[in-house]
């Protein structure tokens, strides 16, 4: 990592504070369903001595960053199947002048007409798939949600509320994230299987995959889904291995079960993270918090389990861990 007279200032307080804030984190690419608000929690479950971290489904690359800034891997693989994204995150992490710069002259050339703007890059970045036009339009669509038609052309509506992060915003994220990870990221846009077939023992592979469930249809957010038998097939395959790996799959809201859990063959230790108040929820005037399942590798919870790692979790996690195990 750059010494402290070239740190960008999103960081600078965050090592201050001996990388223990988590605010501060650069965070460039506004995704919907990022794991950004959960990075620090799943950081927890992160072995030491981490090689490479493998992201297959990477989107925003929220715990590639994170484990970044918290030193937690040497080195990173983003990798997802929208060529676009990759592009666009190689863009971020080896370019990031350039991209901010780009990104500052469609953000002014916007402010006479921004909804016609929109509609003009969104049709540049389905013909050409540019990274800077790709990046104004994360900023600027509904909810941060990325949404693909049946052609996988981008087709999402733009919030006409907002214009998108301010240049200077938009600079400083972007520096901070090449700060973290450029030297040491490869990108790949290849299908998941072949991603996690690259992994070591001494690496770990976070997957957060698109969900189909059972009913086959399509989901718009996604170039492609992930199909639930075939992932199980994989996860199989990473057992054989002893790869450490972690995956981010199904949840609750109160009693509401979302997704499908991974089957118990598979000896993974499932934990659940707090995502916190359901918006929908709240619209109903309910009280229900979301929780999130994270589901960890018999490889990784073994090591976990070692002396001098059980302490570092509570109570109820050392009781999961362990019952895992045995």
Known sequence: MQNDHTMPPVLREFCQKGYSASVNIPHPIPYQGSKRNLANAILRYFPAGVETLHEPFAGSAAISIAAAAHKRANAFHINDLNKPLVDLWRAIINTPDKLAKEYETLWHEQLDDT???????????????????????????????????????????????????TPATMRDQIRGASFLLKGRTTFSSKNYRDVVLQATDRDLVYMDPPYQGVCGNRDTRYLASVQFCEFVEVLERLNDRSIRYIVSYDGRTGD??????????????HMELEAGRSSQATLLGRDDATFESLYLSPALSKELTKPKMIFHFTHSEQMCLLETRA
């Open 115 to 165: 909804k016609g703007f929109y509609k003009k890059i969104r049709d540049e970045f389905n013909l050409t798939g540019r990274p800077d036009c790709f990046l104004y339009l994360l900023a600027r669509c509904v909810k941060a949600s990325v949404r693909y038609n049946a052609n996988g052309e981008f087709n999402q509506s733009p919030d006409n509320r907002r214009k998108g992060a």
């Open 256 to 269: 509401k079960v979302h997704g499908v859990k991974l089957p118990e063959h598979l000896n993974l230790t």
